[in-house]
């Protein structure tokens, strides 16, 4: 798309992907997208600095998976960087209480910027490392229905040792796989990896290979 990047522009391009979003969310979203550019001026939050890029490779990456999710309950987005998948899927899936982790003091102080404007309930910004969950997780709280996790590797450790630390029984646990990462998982020779549940692809426009999304399940 070459027009005047616009929370209107944003809306048609999601809706020509089948998002429907209403003019509220696709306000909240282009503000999440032009606040991310303005303040990658001067942090880096992100390699992809163009409106049209951020869209697909940002927005609409996050948001086209969704439909594999159980957006319900508490979701924690391990590695949030500038918000993604976690903020536009909270904006779209209200009902899910989101959690945004994420270690870089700065891209914090991003999310905790973005989220004072939004005004959004049920969103929660966490400073630290998954592996330090001891910090800010107990046996005792409600746990989460989903963890996600996208532009991040994921290690065997994840889903052998924290996964079902923080999952409910039947909860899931969703990775993003990015180009060339999905190879650890299809190389079966150490067994490392946990099979996954399901594997989904899915298409991005303007790149030649599909993206996937691999999903592992929690035992009751």
Do not use: C
């Amino acid at each position: 798309m070459r027009e005047t990047p616009s929370p209107q522009t944003l809306r048609a391009f999601l809706n020509g992907h089948g998002i429907a979003v209403s003019p509220q969310q696709a306000e909240m979203l282009f503000e999440h997208v032009r606040l991310m550019l303005e303040w990658n001026l001067r942090s880096n939050l992100t390699r992809i600095t163009e409106f049209d890029r951020v869209l697909t490779a940002h927005l609409l990456d996050s948001l086209l998976p969704a439909r594999w999710l159980p957006l319900t309950g508490k979701t924690l987005d391990v590695g949030t960087g500038a918000g993604f998948p976690g903020v536009p899927l909270k904006i779209l899936h209200p009902q899910t209480r989101m959690y945004l982790l994420e270690s870089n003091r700065k891209k914090v102080s991003f999310l905790k910027v973005l989220l004072a404007g939004l005004s959004l309930p049920g969103i929660h910004v966490l400073h630290g490392r998954w592996e330090e969950a001891g910090s800010w997780f107990t046996e005792g709280d409600e746990r989460f229905t989903a963890v996600i996790m996208r532009a991040v590797r994921v290690e065997p450790g994840h889903l052998t040792r924290l996964a079902p630390r923080v999952l409910r029984p039947g909860g899931v646990f969703a990775w993003w796989a990015g180009s060339g990462t999905e190879t650890a998982l299809e190389n079966r020779r150490t067994h490392a990896y946990p099979a996954p549940a399901e594997t989904r692809s899915y298409e991005l426009p303007g790149m030649s290979a599909p993206r996937r999304l691999y999903l592992w399940r929690m035992e009751g």
